[in-house]
């Protein structure tokens, strides 16, 4: 009896935390708009890399897909779920950007008949040497779950201003409104129904990473999130966000993190404080500022990697600028 409960608990413990399969996380968002939705943590065996979250259309002419997951096998589950649905094509995938959680699947995605949508800088990405780090880095942790997983650059690409896709009676807008959390974000947007997939530029009270973007034109793309005025909007992480005072909170809350962290980091190295000096101290200034940065996840470890990124961009600005 008693290894039959403790046999239970290690089955609990291992097997029920996790969903098995992609599709056991779909929900319709609104007529012909699905998504389905990783867990909010880091890349872990564990978890099969499933942290992130991808999205799906359905038009009279056929499926478009924004995002691609972190592995070629969760790809094809992304693929079995839309099946589950839909026996249209799918036609095109736009990759929000090309960070390995988002865009590792698109194999399968292609094998399904897609074209891959993408910002020009996409393909710089996948030819860098740092890619290749990140892919060894994926695999140490992923190790089978990769199996298949190529790094596969997108068939169309644009750089500047949009691109309007129409399938059917629905228009998408494909846009690059900034450098933010890329140097390539781009979102999508369905002006006829208020959805915008917004990639990983908002946040809901987690901490954004700003190691490879710009901060600085980050929060003028998070204006011109308010000024569109979704009323859904289907982030890159965590979940739905299905009502308008839900999304100026969540876009609120990211512009306000990151316009502290800049306005602390500025005053510091006006104040002529090194990058070590800004590293050992942010933590407490920020909390100065604001003492419910305390409470979001992550904060203590990931608030030092961004300002180190922040300060050299800020120092790079006040040259600019003369000073
Ligand atoms: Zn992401």
């Known amino acids: 009896m008693k290894l039959l409960i403790l046999l239970f608990l290690i089955a609990l413990s291992f097997g029920g935390d996790y969903p098995k399969h992609v599709s056991q996380t779909l929900k319709k968002i609104k007529d012909n708009v699905y998504g389905v ?5 880091q890349v872990s065996y564990e978890n099969r890399g499933f942290i992130s979250n991808a999205y799906f259309v359905v038009t009279d002419e056929g499926v478009l897909v924004v995002d691609a997951l972190t592995t070629y096998k969760l790809g094809k589950e992304l693929v ?12 095109f995938a736009v990759i929000t950007h090309y960070h390995t959680d988002h865009f590792y699947g698109v194999g399968a995605l292609k094998e399904a008949g897609a074209e891959i949508i993408a910002h020009e800088w996409a393909n710089e990405y996948v030819s860098s040497p740092s890619s290749w780090n990140f892919y060894e880095a994926r695999k140490k942790i992923l190790k089978d779950h990769m199996d298949g997983t190529e790094m596969i650059p997108p068939d169309i690409v644009f750089s500047e201003g949009e691109l309007k896709v129409q399938m059917g009676e629905t228009v998408f807008e494909v846009k690059h409104l900034c450098r933010g959390h890329t140097p390539g974000d781009i979102v999508v947007w369905i002006p006829e129904k208020g959805v915008l997939f ?9 901490l954004p990473f700003l190691g490879s973007g710009n901060s600085r034109t980050w929060l003028k793309c998070l204006e011109e999130i308010l000024s569109m005025r979704p009323s859904v909007l289907l982030p ?3 979940e739905p966000m299905l009502s308008w005072e839900k999304i100026e909170k969540s876009v609120k809350w990211t512009y306000r993190y990151i316009s502290d962290l800049r306005t602390v980091i500025r005053k510091m190295i006006e104040e002529g404080k090194d990058i070590d000096y800004v590293r050992e101290n942010i933590n407490e200034a920020l909390l100065k500022i604001n003492p419910e940065y305390a409470q979001v996840p992550v904060f203590f ?23």
Not at 80 to 85: A, F, G, H, Q, S
Request: proline content about 4%.
């Open 198 to 206: 917004s990639g990983d530029l908002v946040f809901d009270g987690r």
């Open 301 to 323: 470890d990931v608030n030092p990697v961004n300002a180190y990124y922040v300060f050299f961009e800020i120092e790079n600005e006040m040259i600019e600028e003369g000073q």
């Open 236 to 238: 890159g992480h965590g």
């Open 80 to 91: 079995e779920t839309i099946r589950k649905i839909t026996d249209k094509p799918v036609r």
């Open 37 to 41: 939705f990783g867990v909010y943590e």
